[in-house]
T-cell receptor, first 113, second 116 residues
Framework: GEDVEQSLFLSVREGDSSVINCTYT??????LYWYKQEPGAGLQLLTY?????DMKQDQRLTVLLNKKDKHLSLRIADTQTGDSAIYFC?????????????FGRGTQLTVWP | GAVVSQHPSRVICKSGTSVKIECRSL??????MFWYRQFPKQSLMLMAT?????????EQGVEKDKFLINHASLTLSTLTVTSAHPEDSSFYIC????????????FGQGTRLTVV
């Protein structure tokens, strides 16, 4: 099956930028997603990028996609303590007729005041 | 984004009993629903995929008689954990999406199941 890898932990100071990285193996991925999970809660869709795009920006969030290296990153500008959560990278393969997603293990982002 | 409501958010049950978890799409028609299980500090493990009106497709290693999934309408899917045991204690999350290539998947808030 498809593999999605993420580093497990990231700590930053409030006000700094956070960069969460993700690699995937399926070159036929159509969409790549970033989800946020707060403790005891479900997943909140933050943003997604189509595979023919290199970059997508949405307020404090910037997604970069390097399709050649199968590398996806999420940059959070001016990180706040409220951004502390687990961030999941997910991919949707071209052959996934029902829209099945494959998730990484999640990156625990801790923001220090 | 669209709203997916999952109920209950927490449930404690005795070993041997059954528990039903509901997943509702509130403002869109959910043609496809996914049920995930999440272990502490781990990723989401897909248990099954269900299409409205069809039998669910279970992932390898997931017992379909243990985890009954019903997707009888375009806005509701249920997961019933039958004859629950302590090892079934986990966080269960549903996800729903509409048809269409561009459709995103939206997640419920999850259900924390504790079997005692």
């Amino acid at each position: 099956g498809e593999d999605v890898e993420q580093s497990l932990f990231l700590s930053v100071r409030e006000g700094d930028s956070s960069v969460i990285n993700c690699t995937y193996t399926d070159s036929s991925s159509t969409y790549l997603y970033w989800y946020k999970q707060e403790p005891g809660a479900g997943l909140q869709l933050l943003t997604y990028i189509f595979s023919n795009m290199d970059m997508k920006q949405d307020q404090r969030l910037t997604v970069l996609l390097n399709k050649k290296d199968k590398h996806l990153s999420l940059r959070i500008a001016d990180t706040q303590t409220g951004d502390s959560a687990i961030y999941f990278c997910a991919e949707r393969a071209r052959g996934s007729t029902l829209g099945r997603l494959y998730f990484g293990r999640g990156t625990q982002l801790t923001v220090w005041p | 984004g669209a709203v997916v409501s999952q109920h209950p958010s927490r449930v404690i049950c005795k070993s041997g009993t059954s528990v039903k978890i509901e997943c509702r799409s509130l403002d869109f028609q959910a043609t496809t629903m996914f049920w995930y299980r999440q272990f502490p500090k781990q990723s989401l493990m897909l248990m099954a995929t269900s299409n409205e009106g069809s039998k669910a497709t279970y992932e390898q290693g997931v017992e379909k008689d243990k985890f009954l999934i019903n997707h009888a309408s375009l806005t509701l899917s249920t997961l019933t954990v039958t004859s629950a045991h302590p090892e079934d204690s986990s966080f269960y999350i549903c996800s729903a999406r509409n048809t269409g290539e561009r459709a995103e998947a939206f997640f419920g808030q999850g259900t924390r199941l504790t079997v005692v």
